[in-house]
């Protein structure tokens, strides 16, 4: 019993926090400016000193490339809703979900790396409302430093400003999960179906990373590489899945074979209808749906190419919620009676 005069204390529940990587609040050049910055600006993304980058970036890159991106996002913006398809497919996703559980017992909120709903604000709503154990989702199948130690970096910058911190799981990267490999077997099954496509040979296209990372210890091509494997060891022959990577920036290296590279050598082989997937992504994106779905489709064509699929990600659809469910019941087990 606690005293009258006692402070309000909600009633104890767990929280879920579905965190992407994120996405700007509109396609203008204000809007595209302060995600870039924000985006850019993390060491986790651009390991270059910041007295080296910090005057490439504010003195070129975010002059000319909010106009540019702005037009590119413009291409695959949901007017309707006024959102990019990324924040809509999220913040579905974490809908969905929510209604698979007591919101008395869990709470589930979807978050963004960069851009809105920040991290840290959404941590702070769901310990208000009595979330004193909290599991963090980051929704990258495959690790990187880039993209999941970005996520926990923010995670954790709110707790050390915390007095009273929440209890914290983190979901561990499920590139080799049979839950996550059956969910893309699903999903490209019923996209084949639909279409009527009897192509065997199913491109993996990965957003990728400078080499120097991988050589420095990141593992992320690592996880894409047998993400890939298992997709083959799945289907025992019946497709052919091959690996590549897009989405390079600047003139170093980044992990091959670029798209590009594997159009080119499809062509070579006489392979003139190009399907396409990317399992590193859990909802589609810019870098999907502009970048691959129709850059990609342009290029193949003018490469010689006759036809072009590309394989929609795991999104909000019925497959993607049951495996995230699954996940999440797995990581909460001693929490969640």
């Not at 504010?58 to 037009?71: A, H, N, Q, V, Y």
């Not at 129709?294 to 929609?312: A, Q, R, T, V």
Request: with cysteine; charged share 30%; proline share 5%.
């Amino acid at each position: 019993m606690k005293p009258d005069n006692h402070i309000f204390i909600p009633e104890k529940k767990i929280g879920v926090l579905m965190v992407n990587l994120g996405t700007p609040d509109n396609t203008d050049y204000v809007s595209m400016w302060l995600y870039l910055r924000e985006f850019l600006s993390d060491s986790r993304i651009i390991e270059l000193t910041r007295f080296l980058w910090f005057p490439i970036l504010f003195l070129i890159i975010l002059i000319i490339r909010p106009k540019k991106s702005g037009k590119l996002y413009e291409k695959i913006w949901d007017k309707k809703r006024n959102k990019s398809p990324l924040k809509v497919f999220s913040e579905s996703v974490a809908e969905k979900l929510q209604k698979q559980y007591d919101k008395k017992k869990v709470e589930i909120k979807n978050a963004m790396n960069y851009g809105n709903p920040k991290i840290k604000d959404e941590l702070k709503k769901l310990m208000k409302r009595g979330c004193e154990k909290i599991l963090i989702f980051p929704m990258y199948p495959q690790y990187s430093a880039t993209t999941t130690a970005s996520v926990i970096d923010r995670v954790f910058e709110f707790l050390k400003e915390t007095r009273w911190q929440p209890t914290i799981r983190v979901v561990p990267p499920y590139f080799d999960d049979p839950l996550y490999i059956n969910a893309l077997k699903l999903n490209m099954e019923e996209h084949l179906r639909k279409k009527k496509i009897k192509e065997k040979n199913i491109v993996c296209s990965f957003h990728g990373i400078p080499k120097k990372y991988f050589l420095k210890g990141d593992p992320y091509h690592c996880h894409c590489a047998k993400t890939v494997r298992l997709l083959n060891e799945k289907m025992k022959g019946k497709y052919i899945f091959q690996m590549s990577f897009q989405s390079r920036f600047g003139p170093q290296e980044w992990l091959r074979p670029y798209m590009n590279e594997k159009m080119d050598e499809l062509i070579k082989q006489k392979k003139e209808n190009m399907v396409i997937m990317a399992p590193g992504f859990s909802v589609d994106c810019l870098e999907t749906l502009e970048e691959i779905k129709m850059e990609g489709e342009e290029e193949f064509l003018e490469k010689g190419g006759k036809s072009f699929s590309y394989i929609d990600c795991l999104n909000d659809s019925s497959v993607a919620i049951k495996m995230y469910q699954q996940i999440i019941n797995r990581e909460l087990l001693g929490w969640l009676k």
